[in-house]
């Protein structure tokens, strides 16, 4: 039964097919930071030293978020959910331990399991880059505690003694709040269910990169989706045309952080633009033609009964999957535990 009426049913799979069939639909989505996360390797923020624009060719360097970071928290925002409405038992399926292999999360995001088995991910995800270079978009913050007694000591060093100073500082670097990358959430061979599903995860996830119990609070802002036969621009070039069109708008206004609105009818801009110039079947849902298909999905998602219409889908989907690719190898698996 169809869930969505704004879609026509042709761009969906009736059933998850084993192998690519040349369907694609792409989630556009611009990320805005509303806290100070950290997106880094090694204790430094990850960053790339690139060309600003598409037409400016000043070299820059630009913070990056990458494919991890972002399809990581989007995945365990799903298995809660699939946990929460009962789909998913934890003892059955942990994450980088003991997958299931036959649940929406498993099919959908991929898993490997030594030698029991693998399966690729159907979500594709690239490094993202801010819009606003490195210097604008980073602050370095001095780590310290307060103790009963008043005094301070920078982390993970003891308690300063009375009278005595500490020397020792510890500092990090964090990512501003309002600092935009474009990001482009690609789904493989959608059927109706993986869509929704996908897409509900990108709506709902709230905290990226390090220490996400503290910090790391950002906000997914989907544009529009484009449903294709073939993959579309890379984020950094989506991200450098974005710069283009926000300069010639004089809409970057150094040291003040990017106005959201501003952003968004550039990203909107450049992806119409960057669309006209792609060799592929496309059809786009931007602006006008995209506010309907977010409304009518966020009116499934935003009651008990839509949610799990959507979950229950998608399971049946995964378990028809897997139990005609992958059951002699989860049957394996368990027999070699």
């Given amino acids: ?10 761009f969906f799979h009736t059933a998850i097919p084993y192998k690519p069939m040349g369907k694609y639909v792409h989630f556009l989505t611009v990320r805005v930071t509303e806290s100070y996360p950290l ?10 030293r690139v060309r600003a624009g598409v037409e400016d060719r000043t070299t820059i360097s630009r913070l990056s978020m990458f494919k991890r970071k972002q399809s990581t928290p989007e995945r365990l925002v799903g298995r809660e959910l699939l946990r929460t409405y009962g789909f998913v038992k934890p003892e059955d399926c942990e994450y980088n331990v003991a997958f299931g292999m036959d649940n929406p999360d498993c099919i959908i995001y991929g898993f490997a399991i030594g030698d029991s ?15 606003t270079a490195f210097d604008e978009s980073h602050e370095t913050f001095t780590l310290n505690a307060p103790y009963e007694s008043g005094t301070m000591a920078s982390k993970g060093e003891a308690g300063s003694k009375p009278g005595e100073v500490t020397s020792r500082i510890n500092q990090q670097d964090h990512i501003r709040p309002q600092v935009f990358f474009p990001s482009i959430v690609t789904l493989k061979d959608p059927t109706e269910a993986s869509f929704l599903y996908v897409f509900n995860n990108i709506l709902r996830t709230r905290h990226y990169g390090a220490q ?4 790391g609070r950002v906000r997914n ?8 036969d073939g ?3 890379s984020n950094l070039r989506w991200t450098q045309a974005i710069y283009d069109q926000m300069q010639a708008n004089s809409t970057l206004k150094t040291p003040d952080p990017l106005d959201e609105n501003d952003v968004a009818q550039a990203a909107q801009a450049a992806i ?13 849902f931007i602006g006008a033609d995209f506010q309907a298909l977010l409304t009518e999905v966020k009116s499934l998602t935003a ?35």
Avoid at 122 to 129: E, H, L, Q, W
Avoid at 212 to 215: E, G, I, K, S
């Fill in 1 to 10: 039964m169809a869930l969505l009426k704004t879609v026509d049913p042709k």
């Fill in 39 to 48: 997106f880094q390797t090694d204790g430094e923020l990850n960053k790339a």
């Fill in 117 to 131: 088995g693998s399966e690729k991910s159907k979500v594709v995800v690239d490094t993202a880059f801010s819009i």
């Fill in 212 to 215: 996400t119990t503290r910090t």
């Fill in 221 to 228: 802002e989907l544009i529009g989706v484009v449903f294709a």
């Fill in 231 to 233: 993959e579309i621009v």
């Fill in 272 to 284: 119409q633009s960057l669309m006209g110039e792609e060799f592929i079947v496309h059809t786009d």
């Fill in 303 to 337: 009651s008990e009964d839509g949610i799990r219409s959507i979950l229950n889908q998608a399971d049946q989907e995964a378990k028809a999957y897997a139990d005609k690719h992958i059951g002699s190898k989860k049957k394996a698996a368990k027999a070699g535990a």
